[in-house]
């Protein structure tokens, strides 16, 4: 998916977990991510 376009896994990793921390508070987001992205709910 985005590792596709990011093409780098340090860069991908930095940008996932940015994302999972801006929203932390909003379980169906993660719940949706957790779904779509392999390994959200490890980051």
Known sequence: MWIDV???????????KNVKQGNRRRP????EFAKAIPGWKEL
């Open 6 to 16: 990011i093409k780098d896994p340090q860069q991908w990793d930095t940008f996932t």
């Open 28 to 31: 169906a987001f993660q719940e």
